[in-house]
């Protein structure tokens, strides 16, 4: 697969936006990682790179100098070790518009990191929502931002680096994945590297109670103090070792110990929107429709909601949508039937907030089948021919262009002839047209019959001014497509023309024989005598020679030598002269022979 690289146009931003909530889940430097375990870090944005981790180096793993000169420019780095075995990984969910990257590294010093296990340094061209280690959540297998599972042991030390690259940055949140949380989901990693009294820093969603507890055997009281940014305040009437937090800030509490001393613990609690799946209509489409786009509920489903704050995905299954799996694709093509689609919006802030409550009904409607022939012939004859369906579909109307009804129809002359056939009702209504072409086929005509030499064999050519589709075939010959015959020797022959359409036969019977357009009676001893060639083949074959005004000046049988251009001794003059041949066919009737360019001339 090819990886584009960074477009290096993009400045190395020092801007800041922090979070209203604190900055206590940020730190810019590997030796003061923030611990992570069971819990999802969510912060406000990061500002600067504090001290150089790389020590000056060009690169480590996938990562170059940004426009700050260094490695880093914009970052945040956590620590986090494993407690389980299995293939884990996780998703960095940010802004389309701003451009992460990301290296993790196996390693318990931040003196000896080494190579990181998994790096990415690609834009974010596409404008991406997540990035990571694994599988992107939203179901796009084509990106470019995430990096293979990672399979991991138990007490395995990692170090991420969480870098912001582009001119702005408003933040980011993560969230771990994997099968080690389903098959260890209380210790997949090891949280007994968060000292903290309180834990981990809790991210939480709009409208949750996150309960705190600080409980100490042997305390002799408890205060609890809150900070939304102008420092620490004493909540009043709070003296119990937990507290219910349901508002964004950082958390301190002070539990007194019998000796008189103190121990103090801080925690940051932070609240991301609350995601709302709103109701969704049902659909329909046709079967024949190209793909349904999701998307284009996505206003439905958010509701008021910022799409820029949430993602909606669409699943075949509720428990698919309450894990957050197997998003059915933007451009979806469901079979024919009912399809229940569920709903699913997501916080990209923190995709631990969600909604997959609602659902929709998307029925695809079978479009009518239209399978017929678009061109049909009908003899111009008084033929006729069925054009359309032979049998109806289930729940199908049909309807013709002229306003009969039914699948299909006889007719009987040319012309154009369209189908429409629809399903469903009301706006459900799905349709398919299909039109037909009727053409008139002429019956077969011969208009001559052409003979070409004579000779032991010869061709013969059938000419027709009629225009269809004609099939030919000599005596008992069987039928082909061209109209000439090769190799036919002397004689009475029938030629047989059809059209292949089935309107109609004719028999024509030819003979083939041959003789000279013109012969000189001058005594050379060339061409002296005109006569016909292959008579001999012909039974009682008969020639009449005639003059231009029709009187007969020679009769010749078979047998003759020929005619030598005289009439009763006399010499006649060069001119044309016209001929008739007459035998007796197959069934003994006196025939004349047809198709024969009946004359010649005589030069003196």
Known sequence: MYKRRRQTGLAAGLFLLVASWGTAQISPDCQTAIPICSNTPVNGGT??????????????????????????????????????????????????????DFALYRASDCGSLGEPVRCNFFDNRDREVYMGVGEDPSGNADTFLYEPWLDVQPGEDYYLLINNFSNTNS????????????????DALDCSIISNLLGPPVAACEGDAVLL???TSSATGYQWYADSGSGFSLIPGETSGTYSATAAAMYRIVVDLPDGSQEVSDVQVGFSPAARSEPVADAMICSGDP????????????????????????????????????ALPDNWSPGPGNHTVYVR???????????????FELEVLLTPNLDFD????????GGSAFIGLSQAEPGVAYSWQDGLSGPGRTVSQAGTFTLTASTGSGGGICTAQRTVEVILSAPPSISDILVEDLSASNRVTVETQASGNFEYALNDGAFQSSPVFEGVPAGSHQVRMRDALGCGEITETI?????????????????????????????????????RYGKLLKQMDGTSAGWDGTFRGRLLPGADYWFRLTYTDSNGQR????????????KR
Not at 83 to 91: K, M
Not at 374 to 381: A, F, G, L, S
Not at 591 to 598: D, I, P, Q, T
């Open 511 to 547: 003979t083939v024989v041959g003789y000279l357009p013109f012969f000189t009676p001058n005594g050379d001893g060339q061409h002296d005598r005109w006569h016909i060639r292959g008579i001999e083949t012909l039974t009682d074959p008969v020639v009449h020679i005639f003059d």
């Open 345 to 359: 919006v997501t916080s990209l802030e923190n995709p631990n907030c969600y909604d997959a409550s609602s659902q």
């Open 47 to 100: 500002s600067g790179y504090g001290t150089d981790d790389f020590g000056g180096a060009a690169t480590s793993g996938c990562l170059e100098p940004t426009l700050s000169g260094y490695i880093e420019s914009n970052s945040a780095w956590y620590r986090f070790r494993t407690g389980a075995a299995g293939q884990l990984g996780f998703n960095i969910s940010f802004d389309p518009s701003e451009d992460w």
């Open 374 to 381: 678009e061109q049909v012939y009908i003899c111009d004859n």
């Open 213 to 215: 507890d600080g409980t």
């Open 171 to 186: 933040g980011f949140s993560i969230q771990f994945s994997g099968q080690i949380f389903e098959d260890h989901p209380y």
């Open 291 to 326: 793909p349904y786009y999701l998307p284009a509920r996505d206003a439905e489903a958010l509701g008021t909601q910022d799409p820029g704050e949430f993602r909606v995905t669409y699943h075949a299954s509720n428990f698919d949508a309450q894990a957050g799996i197997a």
């Open 591 to 602: 025939v004349e022979a047809r198709y024969l360019n009946a004359h010649f001339a005589l």
